[in-house]
């Protein structure tokens, strides 16, 4: 007896089915994690048969690890798309610390996947990341070091420890985005304005332009050419929430009073990052 071979139209029936399970399982496990995540509102969200899931994926915890492969293999895409532009070592660092800025804020869902893997591994319990790290950090990491050494080595980026390159690119966006909630009270400004995070991303390549290049004139015109040349994501989405570039709510910039209106108290952003 013989097996019937599935015909290109059912194959592709199956590819987009099997799409969208994992774009309902994305927003799911990012909203409530592993432990926390419901079959039957990921079948729901993807509009099929929660028999579906087990039919692709097998079970729950299958189709988390098969989630992190599908945000991985996005992400290494485009973070590898940048690390292996045409232009100097100086420059594609540059590029990737503006992307990695970008992706932290405009990316909420890989962020809270990321998240929640390391809050699973920081406690020793059985994590699924290796997705993760074998097809997006592992050759981030391994690039962004090449392209440091090669910086030093041809004199364009300052005599330094390699890695610690990589710690200066990356450490400082994250630390924006984990000590907002706590500069929120100290600067009583929101941080994940529109506005603020223009006026952060800005500060921070410039930042990197000063401080990383051998030749600070041409550090600084690096910056501002890879500023020019990117323009920032137009749509910010915190959860639920899409912020439109023009939003209302305007932020005082360093140095300016306190002074608040009601308006602004009354739509002040909520965050997923508290």
Do not use: W
């Not at 969208?20 to 994305?26: E, H, K, M, S």
């Not at 996947?113 to 290796?130: C, F, H, K, V, Y």
């Amino acid at each position: 007896m013989t097996t019937a071979t599935p015909s290109r139209t059912q194959t592709e029936r199956a590819d987009r089915t099997r799409a969208r399970i994992l774009d309902a399982a994305t927003r799911e496990f990012s909203s409530n994690g592993l432990a926390g995540a419901r079959t039957e509102r990921i079948a729901e969200a993807a509009g099929v048969n929660k028999a579906l899931i087990y039919y692709y994926f097998q079970g729950k915890e299958a189709l988390y690890t098969a989630t992190l492969e599908f945000v991985a293999d996005r992400m290494a895409v485009v973070s590898m798309k940048v690390l292996n532009l045409e232009c100097s070592a100086g420059e594609r660092l540059l590029r990737f610390a503006l992307n990695h800025f970008d992706r932290i804020y405009s990316q909420p869902v890989f962020q809270s996947l990321m998240q929640q893997e390391m809050i699973r591994l920081r406690r020793g319990e059985s994590i699924a990341a290796t997705p993760l790290v074998e097809k997006l950090f592992r050759p981030m990491g391994d690039k962004m070091l090449a392209l440091a050494e090669e910086g030093i080595r041809s004199g364009e980026l300052i005599n330094v420890e390699p890695n610690q390159v990589g710690y200066a690119l990356l450490g400082q966006n994250v630390f924006y985005f984990l000590s907002a909630p706590m500069m929120r009270l100290i600067a009583e400004t929101d941080p994940f304005h529109v506005s603020a995070l223009e006026y952060r991303r800005k500060a921070a390549i410039e930042y990197l332009g000063q401080s990383l290049f051998v030749d600070r004139t041409y550090g600084a015109a690096v910056a501002a050419q890879v500023l020019a040349s990117t323009a920032m994501p137009q749509n910010v989405v915190f959860g639920s929430l899409l912020l439109p570039p023009d939003s209302e709510l305007s932020p005082r910039k360093p140095g300016e009073g306190k002074g608040h209106g009601e308006r602004e108290k009354k739509r002040r952003i909520h965050d997923n990052y508290t």
